[in-house]
């Protein structure tokens, strides 16, 4: 936690309290102005009448408990009523004794400070309960912006933090439900995080605050009478917990679906031309209101909780001031100290007494009805954590090393070797079974075989997408130059390795920045002689704005093979060491293929190359030729040694290589 972020949070606590404090101040100015203003009194006049009724209330306990100590009226009453009378006279005594202490000490400042009519009197306390009132207003503000300093902080943090980590992990692992989820719960569920914390500082904090001085107010006034007040709290507790779990079960069901409708969003606008030409559009009409009507059912569940949540604070707020409304009307009205034979009060409760009680309860009323707000957002804030810190706290099955070792350097490539590799996505579900191949520096090799043979599992380990997996942990290694790739650090790694799909990756940015992606110092001349050797430079200096063109969100004004030129244009300018080719050329023309054929002989040249592809011209490139079939390698030799001794290669070259991929 920042040094920043901890001075937030301090700085609106303190505003809460002098918010709460002013809170209790300005209703308990209730009192002064029943008992004087109203009376027609002044402050001076005030404190003398009352030290003059404590002396007289003191004399007369202590003539009673003189009576009591003499045996007077010892016929009538037992030992133990003695007893009993004269531990509450005792105790009576002691309250008025120290009531008396207390107004004593502020006479003299009353005295010289206070105004000397009522009118006057009627000003100054209207003037302090203004002042006041400014400055908790100024508390206030104080509060929120604090507040939302930590909540805007917490989503930033989130956000980063989950994204960080998200990067550095397979989609699987994230453990979410495809792209759209992920979005959902790195932007959305962070943000809800974020309103819920920004209201567990600020209203959960203030309101209690508030609650709790006008609570210790009232208990000021007449502690027996508040705890009778709150007989109905624990009920009201209850409710307010059957509900809250029933809430959170109902917030985590709509956000799930929530993520579910972007999901269908994203699919039905990305494929748009597919949903035209199968004619579904109708059906992805039906699909998206089946699954927005269940959203907006489970959200008016959600509503209606909330509204019998309000409800129940309403009524326990209400519950509070008729139970103290009751029994502090009898006690005033009838000017007696007992209820049903229990001490409700030291001495008779006066008018003014009771007002600022009530006035108290009243004011617990406020924060009360402003927490059922906090109550919602607090348990949508707790499904939005079940959903985002499992992307902070998943661990990535490839780590880095210890202590990472060298990474090497050739001036022709790097030797790369899979020694005895398996590798599998499911628990006992091999899809490379005990791979040993050696790709040795400077070489070119393609990779083919039929669908689901494991190519681009293979090619996917050497970057260390993936590590080696199954065998019962005897899972191989892959190594370069005789060192096992899981002892260099993955950044040092994967800068020697550069990597071309057929699926084309392309940001919504310019074309220059797309080549230059993994290469951020490259100047503009290196850029354009890089999509100059991929045959890109033609199409691209007849764009609008050349290299400076946004291409689009995945470079979709473009055509497939022209952003496919894009991405290998970005492997050359990265110029590796070790090249990997995944169908690169699977969507360019036969004449731009022919002129990339050409590009690439003489950039393979001196760096080792692993391709895989289905097309026979790219076979004319390399130097030998890996056959796979169901997770194993079948032979691996040059054009002439497999047409010689390679059945499944034969079958493949007669037939074009058609179905392989």
Known sequence: ??????????????????????????LGAVYPFVEIVLQNKTLPQWAEQRIEESTTRIASHEQRLSEIHAGVDSDSLTTSSRRIESRSIEYELKAERSRLATTQ?????ITRYAPTDAFKTLVY???IMFTATVVRCVCLMGNMVYVARVGHRTVLDLQQRAFGNVLSVESHEAGTDGTSDLISRIRGETQMIGQTVTTLFGKTVREPLKMSACLIGAAYVNWRLLILSVLVCPLAGFVLAMLARATRRA?????????????RLYEAISYQRVVKSFTMEDAERARFRTVAQDIYNKRMRIAWLESLSRINNELLGVSMITLSVLAGGYLALTQQTHLMGLRMATQPMDFGSVMVFFGFLIGVADPL??????????QHGMVAANRVF???????????????????????????SLDTVWFEYQPNVPVLKGINLTFAAGSSTAIVGHNGCGKSTLINLLPRFFDPTGNQGNSGSVQINGQDIREFSIRRLRQKVGYVTQQTMLFNDTVANNIAYGSPGASMEEIVAAAKDAHADEFVSQLESGYETLIGQAGRSLSGGQRQRISLARAILK??????????????????????????RQFIR??????????????DLVDQIVIMKNGTVVDCGTHSQLMSRCREYQRMRSSNLKGAA
């Not at 937030?8 to 606590?13: A, D, K, V, Y």
């Open 606 to 619: 001196n760096r080792t190359t692993i391709m895989v592809t289905h097309r026979v011209s790219t076979l």
């Open 1 to 26: 936690m920042t040094l920043k972020y901890r001075w937030s949070l301090l700085g609106s606590f303190g505003c809460s309290l002098l918010v709460a404090i002013l809170w209790g101040a300005n």
């Open 390 to 416: 499992p992307l902070i706290d998943v661990q990535a099955a490839v780590t880095e090393p210890a202590s990472p070792a060298a990474m090497p350097n050739g001036a022709r490539g790097l030797d790369v």
């Open 369 to 378: 009805r402003k927490l059922g707000d906090v109550y919602s957002t607090v």
């Open 575 to 600: 110029d590796p060491q070790v090249l990997i080719l995944d169908e690169a050329t699977s969507q360019i023309d036969p004449e731009s293929e022919n002129l990339i054929h050409q590009t690439l």
């Open 105 to 109: 000490y502020w006479q003299p400042v």
């Open 251 to 263: 917030a985590k069901r709509a956000i799930e679906q929530s993520a579910n409708l972007m999901d």
């Open 125 to 127: 306390l209207m003037v």
